[in-house]
């Protein structure tokens, strides 16, 4: 699908750009090559790093890509998206003694963009087709990852999308200046050349696919829904315009919003990632101040720091220990301010209201849990939280014939993790059938 | 501050650094600029009858990020008319009086040696070097190191040089022969004053695998060249030592092969050479280099009391010996620094794969291999090592397996995390004692 180039998102860059050759091959050369590598244990994957990276030094970059790949089939988005500070860099022995750690990320990027590129031959062929298929719902990490290890091996593999276009978060959500949508969307058109089919705007449990139905046409079925909806505050003026859910506002400025807007005070709510990326998004993109309100202190956040730290550094204010508790509208409804209320242990403190004027808010304070699609299917269980349970070894449901991963059943973690949760379906199905 | 200035054979320099004959020694402008930045000598790029050269000329073997490692030519002697290079020659001994300015040649017959030599003296040169070295071209023309490999030749062809020279003689070795002494003994025959190697090492640097052509390529063909540069080090500090020890060659050395800073001249005159001649380093950053070299060659001898240069020269020749000669009774084992370790277990994978499987890590006891010598199970010490910034992946040395080869040592990135400790060991004892004595059987062998 192709997607317009004048897209709001589009008016940001990345900000780690693919590294030269010269650049990976000097990166590439630093690496210690350790033995028993920690940064091999802190993937999700369990990516060989070092293999890899000593693979770019020695120029076989053919094989870098093939060694990433067989532990994390969207090794190229993962590459981009990974908060490798938390991960494989931050435990680089390098990082210990105080040096300059190896630029894991960029350099997986470098040899899984190089190997994937269209004019490059072909990295993998898929095996003769087998008499088994699988149907995956959600066309995010998960599945993709699950179904293209599953077409690798000869399994047919359909995805069912709710949405127009699949890539899941990948295309809807991630921080621009990390991954564009369209680098997202090249990632499925590879996915799709192993043979994996996908439907979009095709909803289970709705549009007359129901669970029975792919039960019954399907050998497995594979749930990567993800999360839902953006959670609301719940308090007074939050319905109506200027007031928008942060994922909602996110894919609407990924895919949809044209270049030019221009962005006034805006005010976002919530302490994780997500509301991070939010702020700096509206940052980068001009906004005149961005303002986070979280309800307990700074420490307290969910967000990563070194994501807060790039947040203030391109101006994001963070106001700790308040909480939203209404949103102040103008007579013909235009939004004018958030009011809060000061916080203690992330109690509000009466009498302590106050406005922070604004023209936007975004509240990024979670998203909605995917239950409903449970029932569709006798055995799989939700959790306290709303979270499908599983498995997390093989994906394996109460239902000997559904599995899932990813952020359905984790209540929202990295990209990679979803991968591994899709991979490990995939391989513990493909050993099932002795493929 | 240390005197360096030297004496090699009657030539006085200001200090033992000179240009070795390649290109940076191609004309007068820039052995001028040269002699600015500091050198206190150069061998002039080789004369002789004008060449015709080849494009490309260089080569190169790059060691990681590291550019220029190894340096392998194909370029031939001089390709300007003698008597430009003359000329130039005489205009620089005008305006650089004190600084060393030899004459590299080469040629064929008597009568073409007895010109150029006296054309080359007439112009001012302090000595001639008699290239008997070069190992690409000049050779299939029956000159440069297809002299050097034929001891009967070059000594005599270096008796013809000294019938006509009036200024010292050296002669420069190729490394390129199976015995170095023996060329040594008879650049000493033909009475040459003074000897210069190494000249470069013959080589074929690369193959460019798409075109399927030895490197460096020149249209579709390659041939041979000479490899240079800090790679071939430890090959020139070799065939030095083993003629520096020998007792029929006194006459002075001056030292070649991939010197690169004050550290390496400074293990070249340990090793015998009165002066040392510098290429590669300076093709790769230019005669800038010469001031940390005297700098640091200069603190060098201030921090060890030496007075002169002259006290370094030869210091190390005593302690090369023979294998057999070397203590069987000297131990040493692999610590390692918990504090300093970064965990990255380079040394685990080095000692078992390629050394003698004795570094574990994991606070448990650890089965040794099969054919080990200490009996039992190897144990980690007590207290376990925690690591400050390896925590618990600290290695740990089974020490009564190690045979103290610095291997671990070698690998470590951390410098001073692993160190060698000398340990008590055997009375002392050489093989060649044992030989001596009948003491030499090694139960296994062949007949047992």
Known sequence: ?435 | MADLSIDFCGIKSPNPFWLASAPPTNTGEQIMRAFDAGWGGAVWKTLGDPIVNVTSRFGAVDLGTYKMMGLNNIELITDRPLEVNLREIREVKRRYPKHVIIASLMTETKEDWRVLIQKCEDAGADGLELNFGCPHGMCERGMGSSVGQEPKLLAEITAWTKEFAKTPVLVKLTPNTGDIVEAGLAAVAGGGDGISLINTVKSIVGVDLDRMVPLPRVGNASTNGGYCGPAVKPIALHLLAALAREEGIKIPISGIGGISNWRDAAEFIALGSTSVQVCTAVMHYGYRIVEDMIEGLSNFLDEKGMKSVNELRGKAVGNYQEWGDLDLGYKLIAKIDAEKCIGCQLCVTACHDGAHQCIFTGNEEKTRPPHAHAHGKATPPTPFPIGKIAGPRVPWVDEPECVGCNLCQLVCPVSGCITMQEVPGGAADTWNARVREGRNKVPGGIHD
Request: aromatic share 6%; proline share 4%; charged share 25%.
């Open chain 1, 1 to 435: 699908m192709a997607l317009p180039q004048d897209r709001l998102e589009n008016a940001l860059d990345d900000k780690k750009p693919t590294f030269s050759e010269s650049e990976a091959r000097a990166e590439a050369e630093r690496c210690l090559y350790c033995a028993d590598a920690p940064c091999i244990k802190a993937c999700p994957t369990e990516i060989d790093i070092p293999t890899f990276i000593k693979k770019i030094a020695s120029g076989n970059v053919r094989g870098s890509a093939k060694t990433i790949f067989d532990q994390n089939l969207l090794g190229y988005s993962c590459s981009r998206v990974c908060p490798v500070e938390e991960l494989c860099v931050g435990d680089c022995v390098y990082t210990g003694w105080g040096r300059d750690p190896i630029p894991i990320g960029r350099l997986q990027r470098y040899a899984t963009e190089k190997a994937t590129k269209p004019e490059e031959k072909a990295l993998f062929t898929p095996k003769a087709r087998k008499d088994k298929k699988v149907a995956l719902i959600g066309a995010g990490p998960a599945s993709l990852a699950c179904a293209g290890y599953l077409a690798l091996e000869g399994v047919e593999a359909i995805i069912f999308e709710k949405r127009a276009v699949a890539g899941g978060l990948n295309t809807t959500g991630i921080a621009p200046y990390k991954l564009h949508a369209q680098d997202a969307l090249h990632e499925v058109e590879w996915v799709q050349s192993f043979g994996v089919k996908i439907e979009t705007g095709v909803e289970v449990g709705k549009d007359h696919l129901t669970g029975q139905k792919l039960l019954d046409a399907y050998d497995a079925v594979f749930i990567g829904v993800g999360l839902g909806e953006d959670t609301k505050l719940g308090v007074p003026g939050e319905d109506g315009p200027g007031v928008v859910g942060a994922t909602a506002w996110i894919e609407e400025m990924k895919l949809h919003k044209k270049q030019g807007e221009k962005l006034g005070h805006v005010v976002v709510v919530g302490g994780g990632n997500t509301a991070i990326d939010v702020a700096r998004e509206c940052a980068l993109l001009g906004a005149a101040s961005v303002t986070m309100v979280y309800r307990r202190s700074a420490k307290e956040m969910s967000g990563y720091a070194h994501e807060m730290e790039g947040a203030r550094v391109e101006g994001v204010q963070l106001v700790e220990s308040a909480q939203p508790v209404g949103f102040v509208r103008s007579a013909q409804g235009e939004l004018t301010a958030i009011r809060v209320a000061r916080t203690e242990g992330g109690k509000n403190i009466p009498g302590t209201e106050y406005e922070i004027p604004c023209d936007l808010a975004a509240v990024a304070i979670g998203q909605s849990k995917l239950r409903a699609l449970a029932s569709e299917f006798p055995g799989v269980e939700v959790d306290a939280r709303g979270c499908l349970k599983a498995d997390p070894a093989t994906g394996r449901t109460g239902n000997a014939k559904v599995f899932t991963g990813g952020d359905c059943v984790n209540g929202g973690k990295e990209v990679v993790n979803a991968v591994a949760d899709g991979r490990n379906a995939a391989r513990t199905l493909l050993a099932a059938w002795g493929f």
